[in-house]
């Protein structure tokens, strides 16, 4: 399957851990968004990259969150010091091209709870 | 700041029969995108429509169809013939720019067989 790929699918922490999630886009995918859905909620945007430049941040992501695309292939999201407002699915998302509208097609999500 | 809003919370539709669920948005822009997202339980997003806000056009995608209306701001998304495999999560969402995605809190749609 060549779909979006995310890892872990589940995580569990203790409050002040640090936490590391991997998504991998779909081959060839220029695009790669990150989003976080809480439950009973629609996912908020975080942060998005083009290649491997971040081009946007949400004031969500705050000083504990990192996003990272080296090389422009998978990202990395990283929390520290977690906190129990941090439990969330976490979406990630591709799409190529960087014409007037691609489509984003996401993947399973990572749900992270923190006791 | 845009903001989609979904007033409906959870609906139901008996199987075979026809639903409509509701959005509406707010923007500043003319020229802009809207879809329908649909997220079955513990499975991922998957895209159900899409609009072009430029094109007075419906959009319909088999028994899928939009009422738009971009003066009132208004986006709704009919299912017909509905069948066990529509019950999901439906999410709103809107995007400008080709960048990222406004999502409304979602409609909970149950099918009663």
């Known amino acids: 399957d060549t779909g979006v790929s995310q890892n872990p699918r589940h995580k569990i922490t203790k409050r002040g851990q640090n936490v590391t999630f991997r998504c991998d886009p779909i081959s060839e995918h220029n695009r790669l968004y990150w989003y976080r859905q809480t439950l009973g909620q629609g996912p908020e945007f975080l942060t998005y990259f083009q290649n491997e430049a971040q081009l946007e941040k949400s004031r969500l992501l705050s000083d504990r969150f990192s996003a990272e695309r080296p090389k422009g292939s998978f990202s990395t999201l990283e929390i520290q010091r977690t906190e129990q407002g941090d439990s969330a699915m976490y979406l990630c998302?591709?799409?190529f091209g960087t014409g007037t509208y691609n489509e984003q097609f996401f993947g399973p999500g990572t749900r992270l709870t923190v006791l | 700041a845009q903001t989609v809003t979904q007033s409906q919370p959870e609906m139901s539709v008996q199987e075979a029969e026809t639903v409509t669920l509701s959005c509406t948005y707010d923007?500043?822009?003319?020229?802009?995108?809207l879809f329908w997202y649909k997220q079955p339980p513990s499975r991922q997003m998957i895209l159900v429509i899409r609009q072009e806000a430029y094109k007075q056009q419906n959009a319909t995608e088999n028994r899928f169809s939009v009422n738009f209306q971009k003066a009132a701001k208004s986006f709704s998304l009919k299912i017909s013939d509905s069948q066990l495999g529509d019950a999901a999560m439906y999410f709103c969402a809107y995007m400008f720019g080709n960048e990222k995605l406004t999502f409304g809190t979602g409609t909970r749609l149950t099918i009663i067989p």
């Open positions: 998302a591709s799409s």
């Open positions: 923007t500043s822009e003319s020229d802009y995108y």
